[in-house]
């Protein structure tokens, strides 16, 4: 059995969405920024785009920017705010320990510039505490910068109440929701956002392209000079057909978001129940408040590339952690934040499933991975010493 269960790396572009790339690169090849009728078919695709995923967000047509994905649209975002921070003598940001590093390393350079950064912990259930938000809250705090849902172990933010209290104290709320549009439904107006960051492959669109939402009277600082596209803050001639194969993509994940939903958190929740079966594991962030297709899970006495390449051979594509640091040695940032030691972190294992899953994939994938777990502890020094009594449990 084939199982692609590795969505929150990206999912395969739909039928539709493909099918409007091509007949947008085929019949609508115009610039827009042209005045001819050919370019102005173009515009038209463009800007009716801009308002269909204006609408499915609650915002304005004015208000969505399009960009290359959501690390860009992270950093637009990010930097803008500490432009405004700056020019208003405010240069103090908050946001978390489990952010997407399009995040964190935006605000290392910016802690470089002579910002202070605050991140707040998550805690064990991989969710903030908001009291620690508003006690951070200072009076030079120009941006609260905080993801929607977790790339990693799928935890979902209070991001209403988080909003709030952003309002309360009149201060800016970016959220990277990379990971959530198109899998929650999402209002920018009755969550108290200010910004927001998607990216079109996160929900059976084309890669390359995503969008920043900003709210009205908000200063972007313009990202590329050269040009009027985009109101004048990105400059370069759009690429038409990938926003118009990505607002295709997005309505149709939200046409049926809630049936959807539903029947992936009754296979999720079916699949961690499988997997808690497995001796020294644990699920890892909070089993309630979390993506509908997301089960992370660390498993002690093993390394998760192991796992993972395991898994592979067995017709399982799967992750140890974020696909951005796949390639990276180190242990998850997320995993360290709720508290797994290192041992424990670098076994780990997340699973995301896709909308087309189903009850014989999801008892497909328990029952390989208690296989493999069982086959790579078998010949693990670290887990001879654990049965030995030489090292302690942890899980």
């Known amino acids: 059995m084939k199982v692609y269960a590795d969505n ?12 409007k790339l091509n007949s947008v690169m085929k019949d609508t090849f115009g610039n827009p920024s042209s ?3 050919v ?5 038209k695709v463009l800007e009716d785009s801009r308002e269909e995923i204006a609408t499915l967000i609650g915002a ?8 290359s994905g959501g690390s860009e649209s992270d950093n637009w975002a990010i930097i803008s705010a500490a432009e405004i921070g700056k020019r208003e003598g405010k240069k103090h940001i908050i946001s978390t320990k489990i952010e997407h590093h399009a995040v964190l390393h935006t605000l290392e350079k910016l802690e470089k510039e002579g910002f202070e950064i605050t991140l707040l912990d998550v805690y064990e259930n991989g969710i903030i505490k908001l009291e620690d938000l508003e006690d951070s809250i200072r009076e030079d705090t120009c ?12 935890t979902v933010q209070p991001i209403n109440k988080i909003g709030r209290i952003c309002r309360k104290h009149n201060v800016l709320f970016h959220t990277d929701a990379v990971q959530a549009i198109g899998h929650i439904p999402i209002s920018v107006g009755i969550d108290n956002i200010d910004m927001l960051s998607a990216s079109a492959h996160k929900f059976h669109g084309p890669k390359g392209i995503g969008f920043l939402y900003v709210k009205q009277g908000i200063n972007l600082t313009n990202l590329i000079e050269g040009g009027a596209q985009e109101r004048g803050k990105r400059a370069g001639t759009e690429n038409v057909p990938a926003i ?3 607002t295709v993509a997005l309505n149709e994940s939200l046409k049926n978001v809630e049936d959807t939903r ?7 929740d079916r699949l961690i129940k499988k997997l808690r079966m497995i001796p020294h594991s644990a699920l890892n962030g909070n089993e309630v408040c979390r993506l509908p297709g997301n089960v992370n899970f660390c498993f002690e006495g093993i390394e998760g590339e192991s796992l993972l390449l395991l898994l592979d051979e067995k017709g399982i594509s799967a992750s140890s952690g974020s696909a951005c640091t796949s390639g990276s040695l180190d242990p998850s940032h997320v995993l360290l934040a709720i508290g797994r030691v290192h041992d424990v972190a670098h076994g780990s294992l997340r699973i995301s499933l896709g909308e087309d899953a189903t009850k014989e994939e999801v008892d497909y994938i328990a029952e390989c991975v208690e296989e493999v777990v069982e086959k790579l502890r078998s010949f693990s020094p670290v887990w001879r010493d654990l049965m030995e009594g030489k090292r302690e449990f942890i899980l």
């Open 39 to 43: 370019g102005q078919n173009a515009k």
């Open 143 to 154: 941006l609260v910068t905080i993801m929607y849902a977790n790339n990693e172990i799928g």
């Open 244 to 246: 118009a194969s990505m």
């Open 60 to 67: 304005s047509p004015k208000e969505i920017f399009f960009s």
């Open 8 to 19: 929150a790396a990206t999912t395969k572009i739909s039928d539709a969405a493909l099918e």
């Open 35 to 37: 005045l001819y009728k």
């Open 262 to 268: 539903m029947r992936l958190m009754s296979l999720r």
